[in-house]
């Protein structure tokens, strides 16, 4: 091989390894008004509170989640009573926590909104994003689903 092919060839070469070492772009998170009309849904596709039915707030959250997530979004841990009680913690918890699911399924599903928004109320009622085909989660993460699209 010649010196002017092999250099060629050695910069083609260079190129092609330093093109490959250059990240991708991060694919854009899901819209804030997205995140919104999620949360709303997810409000109004919720069972009404009842006494003493063991779920805080109107989107019945469980209590046992309620300390680690209002800690991971808020900085401070309320109880399942503070936070039925304070409606705007309670709002900025289920917010937060639903941006950052919403967030992941989006990344998952190539910005696919229709599955992101399935996959996140699957979750948001069993802690799974898959397996809500029949029965009543597949009744619930319809309800959401319409409810957001609203």
Known sequence: MNSSKF??????????????????????????????AFVEALKLAAPPNKPNDGMYSPWQVLPNIIPSWTKECLGKELTPNGFDADKTAAQKTVTCIAQRELNQQWKQTNQNETQTIRNTACWWMTGNYNGCKSGTTAEYVKKVEKLYHK
């Open 7 to 36: 250099i060629q060839s050695l910069f083609i070469g260079i190129a092609i390894t330093v093109c490959g070492l250059i990240p991708l772009p991060a694919k854009a998170d899901i819209s804030e008004s997205k995140v919104k």
